[in-house]
């Protein structure tokens, strides 16, 4: 495989709307979707096929390898990544993080430190305890209060420094015009929400920056990747993100480079499972003081998770569902294991829809597992999925990965952030 590493600048006010069923109410979202990348492309690709890709009038061409076939490219979600630090600087992360369901923090004063009382994970300490049959009520290990689940959906970390890493919006009031006149219209007034262009410190505005990948399957040649890595380049200030780029909107700058994906990215999983294991051994063996219960994990067993990385459509026996089975994970990565099993699952639902440019008409309502899910499987043979799992990072689960949805990371640090080492 392949990736094509993409930074978005923001040079205008960007309406990235999602509309909610039944609703007359258009909201804006706190990124840019692989869905919205994708469409911009698709669309300028189109425009000048006859410039760079081959004959589209034969089965599709260039085109449909790269849209339309049974491995298309896979276009990720475009997460923001500036944050503000001490004095007029700014700071740029090379990657992005979804914060997992399972993480807390502090009712009144959220967020990490050291401006606040940090943030912890919960999951190994609920599995623990769980299995002891003990009851898990944690409080903020810094002032003792109460504890929820934060208002932080990006992140980051820099030098052991955790970022709390989000894109501001803003409404835009508009006035409706008479098509007959070309005045203004009475009693016609409307607001657009955007995310905004620019983050201010000072005299001097930054743009705000997103990062996303453009993924490249192993069936698309590296001269059509080289070929579309050149577009990316060539058009950069050409390409128009989001909706009312008839009024100004959805301007943007977009830097592309070649990223060689690692050879030993297998090793690299091993490491976080590993890792993560040994982690939950440590766990166990210290909240069994507390219990009567002289039960006793197998240690022949490894752990390992799947965090979502966006928001998911999961699909069971032709059936919506917001949990990833151990049949799911297994018909994902076509290991066949029966020690597998799906020890825990931390989810939640919302509903997406879309406009679909290209047939001009709504795209259907979508039940979709939220960003931030946690699965956490077990098994006897983690020599068989370290290889599968590293393939599913990159490739995403469920429907519509194309877009976006589904990316998957496999046991993401943040977990290993105990109680009494929040951060």
């Keep these: 495989m392949k990736k094509i590493k993409l930074e978005i600048k923001a040079l205008s006010p960007l309406a990235i709307s999602r509309q909610k069923p039944g609703g007359s109410v258009s909201e804006c979202e706190d990124y840019i979707p692989g869905s919205v990348i994708r469409g911009a492309v698709a669309g300028a690709i189109l425009k000048q096929s ?17 849209f339309l076939g049974d491995n298309p490219v896979i276009f990720q979600n475009a997460y923001p990544n500036i944050c503000k630090i001490e004095g007029d600087d700014f700071i740029f992360h090379e990657y992005v993080k979804v914060l997992p369901s399972t993480a807390l923090s502090s009712k009144t004063k959220e967020g990490f430190k050291p401006e606040n009382n940090g943030v912890f994970d ?24 109460r504890i929820d689940s934060p208002s932080i959906t990006f992140y980051s970390e820099l030098n052991d420094e955790y970022y709390k890493l989000s894109a501001q919006k803003r409404l835009l009031t508009r006035v409706g015009i008479n098509r007959k006149r070309a005045t203004s219209e009475e009693e016609i007034l409307y607001s657009i929400q955007v995310l905004e262009e620019s983050e201010f410190k000072g005299k001097n505005p930054k743009p705000i920056s997103y990062i996303s990948s453009i993924v490249l399957p192993d069936s698309i040649s590296d001269e059509l990747s080289t070929s579309l890595l050149e577009f990316m380049q060539r058009n ?17 700058e977009i830097s592309s480079d070649d990223v060689k994906i690692k050879s030993n990215i297998g090793n690299l999983i091993e490491e976080r499972i590993k890792s993560f294991t040994e982690k939950l051994y440590q766990r166990w063996d210290k909240w ?11 240690k022949q067993r490894s752990y390992f998770t799947l965090d979502l990385q966006a928001d998911a459509i999961l699909n069971e026996k032709w059936q919506r569902t ?23 699952s931390y989810s939640s639902y919302d509903y997406r829809s879309g406009w679909n440019s290209a047939w001009g008409l709504m795209k259907d309502v979508q039940l979709v597992t939220n960003k931030g899910a946690v699965y956490l499987f077990s098994t006897e043979h983690p020599d068989k999925w370290y290889e599968a799992l590293a393939k599913l990072e990159l490739e995403g689960v469920g429907e519509r990965t194309c877009e976006g949805f589904g990316q998957v990371e496999v046991c993401n640090p943040f977990h290993l952030v105990m109680r009494e080492e929040a951060v």
């Design 50 to 66: 006859n410039q760079q890709f081959s004959d589209l009038s034969q089965n599709g061409g260039d085109f449909q390898a790269l």
């Design 122 to 145: 919960t999951l190994i300490d609920r599995f623990c305890t769980d299995c002891y049959g003990l009851a898990y009520e944690p409080n903020c290990p810094t002032d003792g209060g």
């Design 236 to 252: 950069s200030l050409n390409l128009r993100l989001g909706g009312s780029t008839s009024r100004g909107l959805g301007k943007v």
């Design 288 to 298: 069994s003081i507390f219990s009567s219960n002289n039960q006793e994990i197998s």
């Design 322 to 344: 917001t949990v990833i089975s151990k049949d799911m994970l297994i018909e994902f990565t076509n290991i066949e294991d029966d020690s597998l099993e799906l020890e825990a």
